[in-house]
Each structure stands twice: as structure tokens, then as C-alpha cells.
């Protein structure tokens, strides 16, 4: 397991969401999962989804709800524990 004082990164989901963004049919765009967010109550910053996928920024509990939800994937499975 990494060791989180040490690590650079600010969350574990970055890679996933990235993943699960290009997978999805037809692609979702970090606009459109900005608007899917939006739409569940969650406003972010136009830079947020870049910053997420680039593990630069923390990303709350709801926000990891809201964006599994969005995305159509498990929690669980962001967290990548699948």
C-alpha cells in the first residue's frame, strides 16, 4: 500500500475516472461529467475533472458518490478495490 505522506497524490480515483470517461458509450467528456455533476448538485471549477484525473486535487466523499453516479460506475470500483 502506498504511503500517503509520501505520495504526490491528492486522490486515488484520477486514473479511474479517466478510464471510465473514455469507456463509457458514447464518450463522456469532462464537460459533460462537469454538467452530470452540476446536475447532482455538485458544482466544480471548469479545471476540476482535469485536476481529478491528475491527482492534484482531493475529491470529497460526496464528490466520489456524485462522480460514481455519473459515471455509472461503482464507488468501489474508483477507489480500485474491484
Not at 60 to 74: K, P, R, T, W
Request: aromatic fraction near 2%.
Amino acid at each position: 500500500m502506498n504511503n500517503i505522506k509520501d505520495s504526490k497524490n491528492r486522490n486515488m480515483i484520477g486514473d479511474r475516472v479517466k478510464i471510465a470517461r473514455h469507456k463509457a458509450k458514447p464518450k463522456i467528456t469532462q464537460l459533460d461529467l462537469l454538467a452530470r455533476l452540476a446536475v447532482r448538485g455538485i458544482e466544480l471549477e471548469k479545471t476540476a475533472i482535469s485536476k481529478i484525473e491528475a491527482k492534484t486535487r482531493p475529491v470529497s466523499d460526496i464528490e466520489l458518490v456524485a462522480i460514481a453516479d455519473a459515471l455509472n460506475v461503482q464507488v468501489m470500483w474508483l477507489l480500485g478495490k474491484d
